[in-house]
């Protein structure tokens, strides 16, 4: 298992983030789905190492990222798209995804050929020699993702990866991310149902920092199945059921400890 | 056209080549992989040239990644050194004009909040992405404040020069701005904002002025009272100790 998560809590003041999640994830698309304000961002932000748990137990590529020395190589083989892609204005997109490529101590020798590669794959070729502030959201976007992949990342972190993407884009994205899940690790963190029914061959729904839901998409497209929950296609109904049930029984649960 | 083809076609070059393979009529040889070719010649194309400080600063550091890190440093970023200049300028030209040191009263002020901004958060738009990186923050952060400390320090010293001042003041101010560049670093580890670590090494550095004139009656007893050489030092190495644990590698598994 490439990332192993055994009751992983994240709290910030009075409120968690993340309570209690608890999840294996092995070579292939993982997708994360869940409402705003779920804890999506914060377990894949502990997933990248960014962000310390506050309790639990956390294990990626076999390696613990507590000690310096295992958290480095983690790191060696990761690649994190965060939700808000901070970068510089005055960088080229070749520059932007070179500069990450050093700081994920790549051999300087092999960064340009993968540099390359990576612009490549994600589509912006075209535009490997144009600054940053130029780009529109999307190709803003699609340069996250280039760095993200360009160190061939055996564990793959997408936060909102399709977010400004047009739909040409996406279906193109969700061809790149099959791809990707065939010899990685990849978890995508989503709010757009069509993009887990699309790429991921498993999927975890969150509501409330919790785990209400892991299975395959068929799976959860069995939860909707005849419970009228609300959606246009068979996912969305499958989503809308687990979430009602799951703030159905967070209801049933209060009430019974103020009773 | 599937959104695969056009992630391929995006790349007008390597159009070219395989257009032009396929007009002269077995020009490529078909074993050749033309996509290998394109991705070469782009990384050729595409590669970025480090600058002399980068290609140093690679060379002392042993690695590229926090040489590239150290030359994206906010505060050593042309138009901040350029008003760090400014300001000593300013300086050394109202010392030699009055005779008040103002020098070595700013400097510590300025190089402080070089320091602060050296620090990442609210300042480095992509301070989150290099926080998952494999090169250690804390060593891009060391880094960085090493340069910023002996720019300004270097920066310092020569409008200390020009503006004539005494010996005494002209290098009474070196130790005090160690502790403040260290109380400013602190200040912002610990709160994860530069602009507080900005406020802290301004004010603490007003604040100790001020008391020293208020002591000694003169604007200057806090640059040239070798009494507080040690008090400086102390309390920089507390505030280092803070930085220190404020960038302390955060628990994974407990």
Redesign the interface.
């Known amino acids: 298992m490439n990332v192993e998560l055994s009751d992983l809590t994240r709290r910030f003041g009075r409120t968690y983030a993340v309570a209690g999640v608890s999840l294996q994830v092995g070579p292939g698309v993982f997708g994360l789905l869940g409402p705003n304000g779920a804890g999506k961002t914060s377990l894949l932000r502990m997933m990248a190492t960014v962000l310390p748990p506050t309790s639990g137990r956390l294990r990626l590529l076999g390696r613990d990222p507590g000690s310096v020395g295992p958290r480095r190589e983690i790191r060696r083989r990761l690649g994190y798209l965060p939700q808000n892609l901070g970068y510089y204005p005055g960088f080229t997109v070749a520059e932007f995804v070179e500069y990450f490529a050093l700081l994920k101590d790549m051999p300087p020798g092999r960064v340009p050929r993968a540099v390359a590669a990576a612009i490549e794959q994600v589509g912006l070729g075209a535009k490997a020699r144009a600054k940053l502030r130029t780009l529109s959201g999307g190709m803003l976007r699609r340069a996250g993702i280039a760095q993200a992949i360009v160190n061939d990342p055996q564990l793959l972190l997408l936060d909102e990866p399709t977010a400004g993407l047009d739909p040409e884009q996406r279906v193109a994205f969700r061809a790149m991310l099959r791809g990707l899940g065939e010899r990685a690790t990849v978890v995508v963190s989503t709010h757009l149902v069509e993009d887990v029914g699309a790429a991921c061959t498993e999927v975890a729904l969150m509501a409330a920092g919790k785990v209400v839901f892991h299975g395959t998409p068929g799976e959860l497209i069995a939860c909707g199945e005849g419970s009228g929950a609300a959606g246009d296609a068979p996912l969305e109904r499958g989503y809308s059921a687990v979430l009602a049930a799951s703030r159905s029984a967070a209801a049933r649960s209060a009430t019974e400890t103020r009773a | 056209m599937?959104?695969?083809g056009?992630?391929?076609e995006?790349?007008?070059?390597?159009d070219g080549g395989n257009g032009a393979a396929a007009d002269g009529g077995g020009v490529c040889p078909s074993d050749v992989d033309l996509?290998r070719v394109?991705?070469?010649v782009?990384?050729?194309v595409?590669?970025?040239r480090p600058g002399p400080a980068e290609r140093l600063a690679a060379r002392l550091t042993g690695?590229?990644?926090l040489a590239?890190?150290l030359v994206?440093t906010p505060s050593l970023l042309l138009g901040w050194v350029i008003a760090t200049v400014v300001v000593l300028g300013a300086g050394a030209a109202a010392t030699r004009g009055t005779g008040t040191p103002y020098v070595a009263l700013f400097a510590p002020a300025v190089a402080g909040a070089g320091i602060a901004y050296a620090y990442g958060p609210g300042i480095?738009?992509?301070?989150?992405?290099?926080?998952?990186?494999?090169?250690?923050d804390r060593m891009v952060l060391l880094v960085r404040a090493l340069a910023v400390f002996g720019l300004n320090a270097a920066a310092g010293l020569a409008a200390a020069a020009a503006s004539g001042a005494a010996a005494a003041v002209t290098f009474g101010w070196l130790v005090p701005m160690t502790a403040v560049c260290a109380l400013a670093l602190a200040a912002a580890t610990l709160s994860r904002s530069a602009n507080v670590g900005v406020a802290a090494g301004m004010s603490g550095w007003a604040i100790t002025v001020l008391a020293g004139q208020t002591a000694a009656g003169r604007l200057t007893a806090a640059i040239t009272g070798s009494v507080l050489v040690l008090p400086y030092l102390a309390f920089a190495a507390c505030c280092g100790a803070v930085a220190w644990y404020a960038t302390r590698?955060?628990?994974?598994?407990?």
Do not use: C, F, N
Not at chain 2, 10 to 14: D, E, F, M, V, Y
Not at chain 2, 124 to 136: F, I, K, N, Q
Not at chain 2, 249 to 254: K, N
């Open positions: 599937t959104g695969e056009m992630y391929r995006a790349a007008p070059s390597r996509s394109w991705t070469g782009a990384a050729e595409w590669r970025r690695s590229a990644g590239r890190a994206t480095d738009p992509a301070w989150e992405l290099s926080r998952s990186m494999a090169v250690s590698i955060p628990g994974g598994a407990r």
